[in-house]
């Protein structure tokens, strides 16, 4: 009696929740439909759409074979050193929130959240997804996978007792459960997380792909940090098959993945090729090469000039992207300093400079010379497709656009009729194939306006370090310019917190408006999404108008695929790397 009265329970419960994740994958489905809609009627802003073949085009059964540029070795995606093996973890792995394409919202993926009404507790409910060696996922999984990140994990000491050759560290802590007040799993289905207060950015900076990847406990404590790393297993569309060091990655389709076929591209689903081979090719010609003759299917980060030749090639896909690590390009100036090293005043306090400085860039020039005349769209302090960005009209109103008789008129009126010499720090080991192009480019447009901006180049291990791009109060950076940029972030949170808050570690140029402190607060306990947008928007508005950053441009990246092939962007800023190659699709052979 009892025993029968429990399994029936359970089954309904499964039932429940089959019947439960049918019902999300298919409103899921018409809001892609939708989303598709409205990219080919103009109706969204900012999408840049490459639609998805239909399935019955397409060769479900098709190995689809990239060039990466590198590969770090290991493949735990928690641990220093593995934790850039893209290609691996978005095959392999999955997140426990994934993004709205159109809305930029959160929605539940390995895990449905919910806020308490009050407070910074958070409970979250597991999906039923199969890891690849059969297993369920549960709360647990959920738990332990931040106290690993977290670096706190108690299999193995926090790393200090790890069974890995070459130690265990994590890569980032502060994507982890050590600094919650509670990270527990009440039950199988029952996750509880615990913060100091309700953090609207929160998921948005440590639960989306690419962040912290979801492990089974179970798995990692039976077999050990080396082998995770040499042999990762997860619930994702892919199933790992083999790794040889500095040569390939191959993964095939998981069979028993959650999602449909037909779910939407954007978030990770059934994967639309069987096989996923990754043919590591460090140079970018060999990458190239291989394409054209037919060996590789395609490849992302190529930059534009690579890529220049394939533009009205019919045998050929070109298709433009954000740069993974390099979205926009600013210019901090140091404004910790009030002086230079000789004592004479820093000119950069000065908001009339920063302005003569944004007034000097000129944009379209840049996009005609070195960015094959695709838009070239004024950044700000994030990258434009981020929660709560402004409207289109409302940042391009912003813009400072290219006035240099006034850029002129405004460093005379503060003191510069003659203008001044400066220094430029840039490492041309970071920022994209233009780097070295732009940064000279652009210090030729400030000299024109009387800014003498000498480049001065810095290789990357030197560059991030507290002697060039850290500042703070007591920092040793001169007062100077520094060439630097912003990674892709679903939530602003993690811009504005590394690289435009008083506090950030890479917060060069930091302002001195308290109100863009307060508004930045507002955002993070805004329970209200709508809410948290317009603060958000504020946020970016206001800094602009502040001109605490040289706002230069935002340049394309780009991926290059056969004819055969495509690769879907599928997002409202277009989101294409070596994390979702799931949706790449092959042509059926007739």
């Not at 090729?273 to 460090?282: E, I, N, Q, T």
């Not at 490492?427 to 800014?451: K, S």
Request: hydrophobic share 40%; with cysteine; charged share 20%.
């Amino acid at each position: 009696g009892a025993a029968a009265a429990e399994a029936a329970a359970a089954a309904a419960a499964e039932a429940a929740a089959a019947a439960q994740a049918a019902a999300e994958a298919a409103a899921a489905s018409v809001e892609q439909t939708s989303n598709v809609a409205a990219a080919l009627t103009g109706e969204a802003e900012f999408l840049d759409w490459s639609v998805p073949w239909p399935l019955d085009e397409i060769d479900l059964d098709a190995t689809i074979t990239l060039a990466i540029p590198f590969d770090q070795g290991g493949l735990d995606q928690h641990k220093v050193g593995s934790d850039n093996n893209y290609i691996s973890h978005g095959a392999v792995h999955e997140s426990v929130v994934e993004i709205s394409p159109l809305t930029k919202d959160l929605l539940p993926h390995l895990a449905t959240l919910e806020w308490a009404d009050e407070g910074g507790t958070c409970i979250g409910t597991p999906t039923r997804a199969l890891f690849h060696d059969g297993s369920v996922l549960t709360a647990h999984d959920l738990a332990f996978t931040y106290d690993r990140m977290g670096g706190i994990a108690a299999y193995h000491d926090g790393g200090a007792t790890s069974d890995h050759p070459a130690g265990w560290q994590t890569v980032r802590a502060i994507w982890g459960s050590a600094s919650w007040l509670r990270n527990e799993a009440v039950d199988d289905n029952t996750w509880v997380v615990e913060l100091e207060d309700f953090d609207a950015g929160h998921w948005g900076t440590v639960g989306v792909s690419g962040t912290v990847m979801v492990m089974s406990q179970a798995d990692v404590e039976r077999r050990g940090d080396e082998a995770v790393d040499n042999h990762p297993i997860g619930t994702g569309p892919f199933r790992f098959v083999s790794h040889t060091d500095e040569e390939d990655f191959v993964f095939e389709r998981w069979e028993d993945h959650f999602h449909p076929v037909d779910y939407p591209i954007r978030v990770p689903h059934y994967a639309h090729h069987k096989h996923l081979v990754g043919l590591v090719r460090p140079e970018l010609q060999s990458r190239i090469a291989g394409i054209e003759a037919g060996e590789i299917d395609g490849a992302a980060e190529l930059g534009l000039n690579a890529v220049a030749p394939f533009i009205d090639d019919p045998d050929f896909t070109v298709q433009f992207i954000p740069g993974p690590g390099w979205t926009i390009h600013n210019i901090f100036p140091n404004l910790w300093q009030e002086t230079r090293e000789d004592g004479t005043p820093n000119p950069w306090m000065d908001e009339r400079v920063r302005i003569a400085a944004n007034l000097a860039i000129n944009r379209a020039e840049i996009a005609e010379g070195l960015l094959l005349g695709v838009e070239p769209i004024e950044p700000m302090w994030g990258y434009r497709g981020v929660v709560g960005y402004p409207s289109v009209e409302d940042a391009r109103a912003a813009d400072w656009g290219y006035d240099p008789e006034r850029a002129r008129a405004l460093l005379a009126e503060a003191g510069y009729p003659d203008g001044f010499d400066e220094r430029l720090y840039y490492t041309p080991d970071w920022g994209g194939d233009l780097q070295e192009d732009l940064t000279l480019t652009t210090a030729q447009m400030l000299h024109e306006v009387g800014i003498r901006a000498e480049p001065i180049s810095i290789s990357v291990s030197e560059y991030f370090t507290d002697a060039y791009t850290r500042g703070g109060p007591t920092g040793t950076a001169p007062v100077a310019l520094y060439w630097f940029w912003a990674n892709y972030f679903a939530d602003p949170g993690g811009m504005w917190t590394c690289c435009t808050a008083p506090d950030g570690f890479y917060s060069m140029a930091v302002h001195h408006d308290p109100v863009l402190d307060d508004i930045y607060a507002q955002s993070k306990v805004a329970r209200d999404p709508e809410e948290r947008k317009e603060l958000i928007s504020e946020l970016f508005l206001r800094h602009k108008r502040g001109a605490w950053f040289i706002n230069v441009v935002e340049p394309p990246d780009s991926v290059l695929t056969r004819g055969d092939v495509n690769w879907p962007l599928g997002g409202p800023f277009g989101s294409l790397s070596n994390l979702n190659t799931y949706s790449i699709q092959k042509r059926r052979a007739t």
